[in-house]
């Protein structure tokens, strides 16, 4: 497997260090994090209408679930 050396701040280092689970490497962890998207990203997009319509279908989802 081919590496590469990368330069972060303390403060990322600290972050991605409190995210890793026990025994998993610091590769994992980028990996967990750069696949996923932020809410964030997201935020915003819909209209109050829509999100109360979107809330009111998971409520109902998750009765299923139980």
């Not at 025994?23 to 935020?43: D, M, T």
């Amino acid at each position: 497997m081919a590496t590469k050396t990368i330069s972060i701040t303390k403060e990322a280092y600290e972050r991605l260090k409190a995210r890793e689970k026990e025994g998993e490497s610091f590769s994992v962890g980028v990996q967990k994090i750069a696949s996923k998207r932020s809410l964030l990203e997201i935020a915003g997009s819909l209209s109050k209408e829509e999100a109360l319509k979107v809330e009111k279908e998971i409520k109902k989802a998750r009765k299923f679930i139980k």
